[in-house]
């Protein structure tokens, strides 16, 4: 069983920061697929970045040079380091797992929200 649980989410203004963490209890966590989706009201989800065990990295192109994605293997910790927040960003964020069994799993989500 695998369980996600996300935190770090709040309102922010343009050109802001925020990191998001989320923790992932179960076992094998730390050879896992980890990532971060987005969702904004009336679009699909979309995948901002994940990263491997080794470290591998995925970015986004809309949000590359701004945002990074970070692993801790000991703690079972994912981090998005989201910096030059634009309105655009503005969204629910998903932590996200994908287990040796090619299965998602997710957390409940955290808000975004870019605003003056």
């Known amino acids: 069983q695998v369980q996600l649980v996300e935190s770090g989410g709040g309102l922010v203004q343009p050109g802001g920061s925020l990191r998001l963490a989320c923790a992932a209890s179960?076992?094998?966590?730390?050879?896992?697929?980890l990532g971060w989706f987005r969702q904004a009201p009336g679009k699909q989800r979309e995948l901002v970045a994940r990263?491997?065990?080794?470290?591998?990295?995925y970015i986004a192109d809309s949000v590359k040079g701004r945002f990074t994605i970070s692993r801790d293997n000991v703690k079972h910790m994912v981090y998005l380091q989201m910096n030059s927040l634009k309105a655009e960003d503005t969204a629910v964020y998903y932590c996200?797992?994908?287990?040796?069994?090619?299965?998602?799993?997710w957390g409940q989500g955290t808000q975004v929200t870019v605003f003056s």
């Open positions: 990263i491997s065990s080794g470290g591998t990295t």
């Open positions: 179960g076992s094998s966590a730390s050879i896992h697929i």
């Open positions: 996200n797992l994908r287990d040796l069994a090619s299965r998602n799993y």
